[in-house]
């Protein structure tokens, strides 16, 4: 039996958590026995972690906000010695075969207690931020780490363009368990959203408020265009609010749609807590991010037979095929999302076509099984190569 020892310190739920998840369900359990180290506060993860019978071990590991890198790199310091002091001691007892880091400071906190128990380090890259916030030290983990994982081809270039070393990076996307994605019944022209009916047809942004990512304003803006000429639609902004600063700009939306009139019109859910209902219930999705990898909502929605209209950046491409299987837009530009999902809405059957595509491709490129597969074969390819060397 091949032990790994996962690491994922973050206390908020995100994609690089949701990915972690997917890939310990379809985990091969026969080969391979998983123990996760995460943080206390990320309750979301443990409940997952215990529905899976999957063993872990919780550590307090809140990560300070601040905005001033130098500030904040002293302030932490001296958790970021007893991050290192815990999760060496943890390696030490559990003796793990490999180590599969998530995120920047999981990797930080884990990487000198690898080089000095002399297991293999994989760490996963999620987002532009692991990548380039603090480039110097992203450069010290990928020489030190023996691979570095990128969740879109995209990243490659961004390191590229960077002066980053890209020798040891592998690409490995994120995939679904299709079976999860099966139509749920619907309440025929409306659904129910917060205690009120919401009727049909419905067009919806799923994320969470994350000022500079996710563009929830240019969603607003699209909405306003489509409703001047579709009066008809409905939106829903679905997600909740992570921290003071996400709370902020959610109300900084909010009072954005008051000025529009359009609080009849544009309903903010939170956090919805069954995706799958809504996906069977609404028209199309709307991702307009200023930055992504390959968006986990356009996979879900695209495996769900929703078509999907998308900011044309970062990994959405290599998701969304333009025309085929979506929409592809370009980024901050309101008018051109609301000219594709005018389009959907006016054809109705070409709707039907592209999410139908969707469907086929995130079937054959995106699956939970082919995610866990890439990473099996990746486990043994590196335990192999450190037993040689020893």
Known sequence: ?????????????????????????????????????????????????????????PLNTKILTLENKILKAILQFPNFLMMNFKIAQIIRKEKPDLIHVNLFYSTLFSIIPAKIYRKPLIWVIQTTSDLLKYKFLTKFLIWASDKTILTCKDFIRLAEENGIDTSKFQVIYTGLKMEKFQQKESLADEIEIKGQRVKKPIVAMIARFDRYQKGHQYFIEAARIINDQIPEVNFLIVGGAFNPEEERFKKELEERVRDLSLSQKIIFTGFYPDLIYLLSNIEIVVIPSLYEAPSAVALEAMAMKKPVVASNVGGIPEVVVDGKTGFLVPSKNPKAIAEKVIFLLKNPQIAKEIGERGFQRVKGNFTQEKLARNYERLYEELIKKYENRN
Not at 16 to 44: A, H, W, Y
């Open 1 to 57: 039996m091949i032990k790994i020892l996962y690491i994922d310190t973050h206390f908020i739920f995100g994609g690089g958590q949701t990915m972690l998840l997917r890939l310990l369900e379809s985990l091969n359990k026969n080969k391979f026995f998983p123990i996760v180290v995460c943080s206390k506060d990320n309750r979301k993860v443990i409940q997952s972690l215990r529905k899976l019978s999957i063993s872990f071990i």
